[in-house]
């Protein structure tokens, strides 16, 4: 079964305009959540994560996601964008592989925001 | 710290050569993580170590894999031999404490690698 779902896989925004993200997830318990960005030619990097607490989770570069449990959904979302946003954005939950049963981290497929100028 | 180091950055390398790729932890951290990325599957998890022994090994694609962490601060992964359909981004990843998949993960810059 997947455990995390993005499911757009490209997403165009104006400079200037709120932006969302979209992640849903699939997991039993608790969820650990994650979103990171990925720019050209580079590894990913951390952006915000979620593990208890408020909902509304502030992150790096103005990035903020907000927790819905009853939808299972972990959007990213930002007031305001900037074309130096545009990256491949990946969200990723916590949870057991079937084979060994160990935790791991599991990515989405990602999501390719691009910001016009 | 320099962050997670992996090297080389990119490979060429022609089908049926050994392949390996290195990777340099943060210094402290207790999990290592290898990574596979490619148009086709994403970013796909091969194999993690903590403190230094592998605990899940199930995305290791097949036996041309092999990957080994002989001490803190030093990993490998090897392909042999190599295959065309074994191109793709390799990442390494490191995190500190709190069990697998808990805390944050620092990525490496990835190999680029190319089997022709």
């Known amino acids: 079964a997947q455990s995390v779902a993005q499911p757009e896989d490209q997403v165009n925004v104006a400079e200037g305009n709120p932006l969302t993200v979209k992640c849903t997830y699939s997991?039993?318990?608790?969820?650990?959540l994650f979103w990171y960005v990925q720019y050209p030619n580079r590894g990913l990097q951390f952006l915000l994560k979620y593990i208890t607490g408020d909902n509304l989770v502030k992150g790096s570069y103005g990035f903020e996601a907000e927790f819905n449990k009853s939808q299972t959904s972990f959007h990213l979302k930002k007031p305001s964008a900037l074309v130096s946003d545009s990256a491949l954005y990946f969200c990723a939950v916590r949870a057991r592989t079937v084979e060994t049963g160990a935790n791991n981290l599991f990515f989405g497929t990602g999501t390719r925001l691009t910001v016009i100028p | 710290d320099a962050g997670v180091i992996q090297s080389p950055r990119h490979e060429v390398t022609e089908m049926g050569q050994e392949v390996t790729l290195r990777c340099k932890p943060i210094s402290g951290h207790d999990y290592l993580f290898w990574y596979r990325q490619t148009m086709m599957r994403g970013l796909e998890l091969l194999i993690y170590?903590?403190?230094?022994?592998?605990?899940?090994d199930s995305g290791m694609p097949e036996d041309r894999f092999s990957a080994k962490m002989p001490n803190a601060s030093f990993s490998t992964l090897k392909i042999q031999p190599s295959e065309p359909r074994d191109s793709a981004v390799y990442f390494c990843a490191s995190s500190s404490g709190g069990g697998a998949g808990k805390n944050i993960q620092y990525f490496g810059a990835g190999t680029r690698l190319s089997v022709l």
């Open positions: 170590f903590n403190n230094n022994v592998p605990i899940d």
């Open positions: 997991v039993s318990g608790n969820p650990y």
